[in-house]
């Protein structure tokens, strides 16, 4: 099917509509599906509905600025890209697009733990805005060798995420038949058929790409799918706070959890030497009837204080969804499958123009409603949330 133009995408929603058409019906419904009745991935984006803002004018708006501090540095802007998995499945390279992006807009991009590029050749490109996801895994001579190698290639934050003790059961992909290896029938034959610019690619370059992070554990020469299920057979370990303290001791730099909702993980998390939390239910992927992260924040902020960093995930689709968290209180956010759709529609211009969309709408927003910094005290003051009274004057 024939994609749109580059220069017809307007917003992120176009994005994923390109990457509809490009990409077999089996690999889309991977990336949008969410698990169960898909209740929270719908939620995730539905919250946002209910924040305003409330404009200052006669500012000097020419002076506004994106930037945003957190972990003791200052990025380009607030918002960075989640990690993703096997997103060189979906466009060959889509990990290194990620963090030529980052490079260039200078914010952070944190590389899935089952990603298709290695974090070394992503550290080449984007330095310390390359932070690496650890998928913690059984063996933990592998664990600490991953560390060792996050740390000699430079990588700005180790990301352990903490919210997959079980697979999830996303049941777009049941019906799809993905699967290590994955189930061919007629119908994802026909779909691949459907999709000849995907499928050709996907041919042309080897087939399940390997998963280069887990590489070296496997005798030379293994195959993308022996690498697969050998991450399976090791990976998504059981894990527990003694783990997260022994990653703790392994990892002198920043060390982030991503996927904490609860308020008494979020103290301990602190308690245990971590640097910052991400606040997320993972896009709505791993079950159905998981709480909204952005009702979680409250709590959170109260349990950890005012000073330690809050990011968070889940539906930001919008400038106006970043400024709305940041209005929260929430200290960096981070967007996933709109960079995954920018980059299978349209590889490096598709990431690119995702980011720009993202800036874009928040710095017109930004200048629109008199706020000229991400750093002000004074967020708050610019939000309403449309389901509270609104503030009246003294
Ligand atoms: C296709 C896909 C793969 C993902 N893989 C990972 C992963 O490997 N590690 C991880 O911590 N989170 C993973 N996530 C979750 C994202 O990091 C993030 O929490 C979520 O996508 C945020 O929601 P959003 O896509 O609505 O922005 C994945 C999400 C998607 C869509």
Redesign the pocket.
């Given at each position: 099917m024939f994609r749109l133009p580059l220069d017809t995408i307007v917003n992120t929603d176009d994005l994923e509509r390109s990457a509809r058409r490009y990409l077999p019906k089996m690999l889309y419904d991977?990336?949008?599906g969410g698990a169960g009745d898909e209740l929270g991935?719908r939620e995730?984006?539905e919250v946002f509905q209910r924040f305003r803002f409330l404009p200052r004018y006669l500012r000097e708006v020419g002076a506004c600025s994106m930037s945003k501090r957190v972990l003791g540095r200052d990025f380009g802007g607030p918002l960075g890209i989640?990690?993703?998995?096997?997103?060189g499945l979906?466009r060959p390279g889509a990990e290194l697009f990620f963090a030529h992006t980052a490079k260039r807009y200078d914010v952070p991009c944190?590389m899935?733990?089952?990603?298709v590029a290695s974090m070394e050749a992503a550290a080449e490109i984007a330095g310390a805005n390359l932070w690496y996801?650890l998928?913690t895994t059984a063996d933990d001579a592998i664990n600490a060798d991953m560390i060792r190698r996050a740390e000699a290639c430079g990588c700005g934050a180790l990301?352990i995420?903490v919210?997959?003790p079980v697979a999830a059961k996303r049941e777009r992909d049941i019906r799809n038949g993905i699967d290590i290896p994955p189930k061919l029938s007629a119908r994802t034959v026909l779909d691949g058929l459907l999709h000849p610019a995907w499928t050709l690619r996907y041919l042309r370059t080897g087939g399940l790409p390997v998963m280069e992070n887990w590489a070296p554990y496997l005798p030379k020469g293994a195959s993308g799918l022996d690498v697969a299920k050998f991450s399976i057979e090791h990976g998504y370990a059981l894990q527990t706070w003694d783990h997260l303290r022994r990653f703790r001791q392994l990892w002198p730099g920043a060390l982030v959890v991503?996927?904490i909702m609860h308020p008494d993980d979020a103290r301990f998390a602190r308690e245990v030497g971590v640097d910052a939390i991400?606040v997320?239910?993972?896009?709505?992927?791993q079950f159905d009837r998981a709480a909204s992260a952005i009702d979680c924040l409250p709590a959170i902020r109260a349990a950890v204080g005012a000073d330690f960093p809050m990011m968070f995930?889940?539906?930001?689709?919008r400038g106006s969804d970043t400024l709305a968290l940041l209005c929260l209180g929430v200290d960096y956010v981070?967007?996933?499958?709109?960079f995954?759709y920018g980059a299978a529609g349209f590889g490096q211009g598709g990431v690119d123009r995702a980011m720009e969309i993202f800036n874009e709408e928040l710095s017109g927003l930004m200048r629109q409603i008199g706020c000229l910094g991400l750093d002000n005290p004074d967020l708050e003051t610019f939000m309403v949330d449309s389901l509270k009274r609104y503030p009246r004057g003294e």
């Open positions: 991977w990336i949008a991935l995730n984006r989640a990690p993703m998995g096997y997103a979906f944190i899935s733990g089952v990603s996801q998928y990301v995420t919210d997959i991503k996927g991400i997320s239910n993972h896009g709505g992927r995930d889940g539906g930001v689709r981070f967007s996933g499958r709109p995954l």
